[in-house]
C-alpha cells in the first residue's frame, strides 16, 4: 500500500470493516497461513474465506506467494504501518485539542478561587 494514498486507505479501512476480515488479519499477525488453515475456525464455506482474502489482498493488506503447490497469504506490516499512521495523525491532534482545553478550564479554575 503506498502511504498517503487516499484511495488506499478508504480500501484498507472498507476491508477492516467486516469482522471475518478483521480476523483473518489477526490471524495473520501470527504468520502466515494458507487458506484452508484460515478458513478453519469460520462457521463459513472456504470459498466465502477466500473472497474476504480477495479484498484483503486488493485493499493491500495482505500478500500471497507460491511456495511449491502453497499459495499462504502474508500479512503486508507497511499497509498496517499507513493505517496507524494515518489514526496517530488524527489522535495526537485531538490530543493536544484536549491538552489546549485542559490548560484554559485549569487557568479559569485558578481564577475562581
Known amino acids: 500500500m503506498k502511504q498517503g494514498s487516499e484511495e488506499q486507505l ?13 480476523a483473518l488479519i489477526a490471524r495473520l499477525s501470527r ?20 473472497k474476504h482474502i ?15 503447490q502453497r499459495r499462504p497469504c502474508h500479512l503486508d506490516p507497511a499497509a498496517l504501518e499507513a493505517l496507524t499512521s494515518w489514526i496517530d495523525i488524527h489522535r495526537l491532534t485531538v490530543e493536544r485539542q484536549f491538552r489546549r482545553l485542559d490548560t ?10
Open 54 to 68: 480477495q479484498v484483503l489482498e486488493q485493499s493491500g493488506l495482505i500478500t500471497r506467494t507460491r511456495e511449491g
Open 10 to 22: 478508504n480500501s484498507a479501512f472498507a476491508a477492516l470493516a467486516d469482522p471475518v476480515r478483521r
Open 104 to 113: 484554559v478550564l485549569d487557568t479559569l479554575k485558578e481564577k475562581e478561587s
Open 31 to 50: 504468520g502466515p497461513a494458507t487458506v484452508n488453515e484460515l478458513a478453519e475456525p469460520f462457521p463459513i464455506t472456504k470459498q466465502a474465506v477466500s
